[in-house]
């Protein structure tokens, strides 16, 4: 049986819903991000782009190649009421998808055209995105993931194109050779080196030598030039980890402002880690100074999701890393080795008046909001509250205003 494969993404989706919001932006030159000195582009609009403007971009880049550009904030979770909305029209539609991002999505239609035209059927769903959302959205269809997508990316702005199957290879052969996902700056500028700068030079090329040049990864390069892809469409993968970064605006030194953010990010992930019944098992601290070298440290623990355990663990760790004594650009705390299960309770160091208390804050937190109960040195720390289930099989969240 052909494998049938649609990739649905919503064109320019945070500026696209912010115009929904603000009929006023139509047509304009938007860009939605972090409005900071380190904030980055987390959309922007086509107005914007032929002045060289693209997403991931820094904002202040940005907005001297486009000086008039419209700067908004943007709020995560209006992004994810619309990202829900999609969804639920997706899951409402077919018997199998995969969510990748908020605004990204793979379908497997295989076998349906027994039934239905899959193009039609994909055309028929995009039709109903459109009305029932009023966002754009376009969509490639063909036999694999990768060249889906590149077919989608080819179709925007707002439109669709279906591949059909045999002619993977000669749809992409004429492509630069950044289309293919994978490829990025450094890889182009490795290929482009030796003269390759479209994907049919790739196709024609021995697999053996690409791999010589580009290692381990040489061959699935290859594979995706030539339309190869067997990746799965799968509909949830268990989270191995959750973790919490900031960038701060300011390089700092602040010893006190390092150590409260540390504790404001170990106690949301404590919270998030119950929220989903999970324990951690593991712990890390990372930090990147001001000349972007980055140091990480981790431990083993016993299977834990108790704040007076992971707290303590997590500045354990940040008082050894920390030893250049330069500014901090970047810290973050990452908890990994994930398994199912509640706290266990230490039979020499807890009792019931700790294990009642977490009850009660957690309580409060479901209840008004994450940010409701929190220690008195995280007070200034608010950034990375955040009172969201991790493993609610959702991807994570893309803050609009993060600084990156």
Known sequence: MKKSILHLDLDTFFVSVERLLNSELLKKPVLVGGTGSRGVVAACSYETRKYGVRSG????????????????????????????????????????????????????????????????????????????????????????????????????????????????????????????????KVSAQTLIHLGIDRVKLIQEMPVEMLTSVMGKNGQTIWNRANGIDNTPVIPYCERKSISNERTFNLDTIDVQKLRDTLIAMADTLCYQLRLGNKMTGCVSVKIRYSDFQTYNKQIRIPYTSADHILVPAVMEL???????????????????????????????????????????????????????????????????????????????ILLAHRNQ
């Open 57 to 184: 971009m820094a904002m202040k880049i940005a907005r001297q190649l486009c000086p008039h550009a419209i700067v908004i904030r943007g709020n995560a979770g209006t992004y994810m009421k619309y990202s829900n909305l999609i969804t639920d029209i997706i899951r409402d539609s077919v018997p199998l998808f995969e969510k990748t991002s908020v605004d990204e999505f793979y379908v497997d239609l295989t076998g349906m055209d027994r039934f239905f035209g899959n193009y039609k059927f994909a055309s028929e769903l995009r039709r109903r995105i459109i009305k029932e959302s009023g966002l754009p959205i376009s969509f490639g269809l063909s036999q694999n993931k990768i060249v889906s997508k590149v077919a989608t990316g080819e179709a925007k702005p707002n439109n669709q194109l279906k591949i059909d199957y045999g002619f993977e290879k000669a749809f992409l052969a004429p492509l630069p050779i950044r289309k293919i996902p994978m490829i990025g």
């Open 318 to 396: 940040f008082s050894k890393l920390y030893e250049r004594r330069i500014l901090v650009r970047l810290i973050g705390v990452k908890f990994s080795h994930l398994v199912g299960g509640h706290y266990q309770i230490n039979l020499f160091d807890d009792n019931e008046k700790s294990l009642n208390l977490y009850k009660s804050l957690d309580h409060i937190r479901n209840r008004f909001g994450a940010g409701s109960v929190m220690k008195a040195s995280t007070l200034d720390v608010k950034t990375v509250i955040s009172g969201r289930n991790p493993f609610d099989g959702e991807p994570p």
